[in-house]
């Protein structure tokens, strides 16, 4: 079992910054997928971003241009560099890995914008 332990969430003032990170209990290069999800009360989990294994990158068109995905698999690993933040970013923010059949998901972090 894979643990994947989320840090770095908080309150913070629109246009702010924050980064989260993501530590993985096993190298991060034996995943295929890497990415964050979010979900804000009363709505569906989404894909935030992505990184796969190449290194290759996707984003939710919400957040391209503001946010970025990276890893650092030397410390196993993964970040969300979070700028120019909006209120309707405000969510719990999960780590997630994948490597089929395997599916891991973090316990959330919490993130909210608001003056």
């Known amino acids: 079992q894979v643990q994947l332990v989320e840090s770095g969430g908080g309150l913070v003032q629109p246009g702010g910054s924050l980064r989260l990170s993501c530590i993985a209990s096993r190298s991060i290069g034996s995943f295929d997928v890497m990415a964050w999800y979010r979900q804000a009360p009363g709505k569906q989990r989404e894909l935030v971003a992505a990184?796969?294994?190449?290194?290759?990158?996707n984003y939710a068109d919400s957040v391209k241009g503001r946010f970025t995905i990276s890893r650092e698999n030397a410390k196993n690993t993964l970040y969300l560099q979070m700028n120019s933040l909006k209120p309707e970013d405000s969510a719990v923010y999960y780590c997630?890995?994948?490597?089929?059949?395997?599916?891991?998901w973090g316990q959330g972090t919490q993130v909210t914008v608001s003056s």
């Open positions: 990184i796969i294994s190449g290194g290759l990158t």
């Open positions: 997630n890995a994948k490597k089929w059949p395997e599916n891991y």
